[in-house]
């Protein structure tokens, strides 16, 4: 069930933070135990999907020909749930919403859902049900794989010459809470990708601006190159990056599309999650096996830290930073904390309070405070209860519900190891390490261990 990639030898990296004066694990406010939050933490509310739009940009009703057309058309081919929460968007402003990249709105690319092309093996109406559904409520983003029909083992096996493709637990927690804040936070765009990954080009192009990625334009250019994402330097200011899938996830999204089960991913969630694993793992995803290389990770499943931070700055094009809360052995044991707890809710509040959700990296440990596993999921909310204490409202894409999750801050602070904040919430509490200083950083750690692996070896053969 978890999923988060814990690297305990290289957790303090990419746009990385540590949170100020570190405090011995025996804090008082960490429980005695720590258990996994999907058997912990029951399911309280329903919280109203509400996108954060400026007032002054929000529209409600069609205003023009074009959009009475595109909106009448797409009607007509819907059901009647997907007509129903066709209206919910027009009626929340997210149909009508232009923040994308290219300043297209929902309702524009939806349309070019339905009446394009869309690739080989995958069908207009699913994909433009899929994206409604996900816009309207992005908590039916799930990171679920689902079984493989038996009509489907023989050419995947042949694909992956053997090797096995039954994926019970996927690795794609942080690409699909990515997703997830996409379709919340930025649902033109969320279109925009949806109709991209799914055209026949099987991608999307981005401007990005340098600066979000690196305060030096050299340094920016260095993290794309390690990154190995496709780009074209534009200026000393913006690139253009182009996103897409791995290529086995045309299999997966097929499948999805013709023999999806309930709490299975949809062929939208395949395209967008398998994307975003690129991103990450340096172009190295396999949609079929769940499993990944690259240059920067040991483990083959998952994404680590400074890999997430630089997807979640490149997909919104923002200065992501992540903050590290838990000190962390190098034997993976928690053993204390970068800062008090009052100072982490802070930070995670004004970044809540500033209209971004925070995706945070959380830890599960065993009886000897030694980290097993770890997940990540995304704060979208707060509230207070009757005793004054915080209840962070959560949506967690491996927890088979598609609702809100609610948890105490006692339950959930102790447990957070990191979360990604925009750069103003902690520009004033820590001290800015570049991205791209950590990330050599990292990178030169990993050769440096790998070439001590290699002289073990050679003196085991000799």
Not at 333 to 358: S, W
Not at 406 to 432: F, G
Request: net charge negative; with cysteine; aromatic share 8%.
């Amino acid at each position: 069930m978890y999923s988060y990639n814990i690297n305990s030898s290289l957790y303090n990296n990419y746009n990385t933070l540590k949170a100020g004066k570190s405090s011995n694990v025996s804090n008082d406010e960490q429980p005695k135990e720590v258990k996994p939050s999907f058997t912990s933490n029951p399911i309280m509310t329903q919280i109203p999907f509400n996108p954060s739009f400026a007032a002054s940009n929000l529209r409600t009703e069609l205003s023009s020909k074009d959009e009475k057309k595109k909106y009448n058309e797409l009607t007509k081919l819907l059901d009647r749930e997907s007509k129903k929460q066709l209206n919910v968007l027009l009626k929340t402003g997210a149909l009508l919403n232009s923040d994308s990249n290219d300043n297209s709105t929902t309702l524009d690319n939806l349309y070019k859902i339905a009446a394009a092309p869309r690739a080989q093996g995958l069908n207009n109406i699913v994909i433009l049900k899929d994206t409604i559904a996900a816009i309207a409520d992005p908590h039916v983003i799930t990171q679920q794989f689902g079984n493989i029909p038996q009509q489907y083992k023989a050419q995947i096996a042949a694909l992956e010459n053997g090797q096995d493709a039954n994926v019970e637990h996927s690795g794609t927690c942080v690409s699909a809470s990515i997703e997830f804040n996409l379709a919340d936070k930025h649902p033109a765009e969320f279109a925009r990708f949806a109709e991209g990954l799914s055209s026949p080009s099987l991608s999307v192009k981005k401007d990005i601006k340098l600066n979000n990625l690196a305060d030096n334009t050299l340094d920016a250019i260095w993290l794309l190159n390690a990154f190995e994402i496709p780009y074209e330097a534009k200026d000393f200011d913006k690139a253009t990056l182009t996103f897409a899938p791995d290529k086995n996830a045309i299999v997966r999204a097929h499948i999805q599309t013709v023999d999806r089960d309930k709490y299975e991913r949809s062929s939208l969630d395949v395209l967008m999650q398998s994307t975003f694993m690129q991103v990450g793992s340096q172009q190295s995803y396999d949609s079929l096996t769940d499993k990944r290389a690259g240059k920067f990770n040991q483990n083959d499943k998952g994404l680590i830290e400074f890999e997430k931070t630089f997807t979640e700055s490149v997909v919104e094009d923002k200065n992501k930073i992540s903050v590290t809360y838990q000190t962390v052995d190098e034997n993976a044991r928690l053993v204390g904390y970068e800062t008090d707890f009052n100072t982490m809710k802070k930070q995670i509040c004004d970044a809540l309070n500033l209209g971004e959700n925070v995706i945070i990296g959380y830890t599960q440990v065993d009886g000897n405070n030694t980290i097993i596993n770890g997940h990540e999921i995304t704060i979208t909310g707060i509230k207070v209860d009757k005793d004054g204490k915080l209840i962070f409202i959560c949506n967690d894409t491996d927890d088979n519900v598609s609702k809100p999750v609610e948890y105490s801050e006692d339950y959930l602070l102790p447990k957070i190891h990191h979360a990604a904040l925009p750069q103003s919430v902690v520009l004033n509490d820590v001290n800015l390490v570049e991205n791209w200083v950590e990330g050599l950083k990292t990178y030169k750690e990993l050769k440096k261990q790998a070439g001590q692996q290699a002289g073990s070896r050679f003196q085991m053969a000799a």
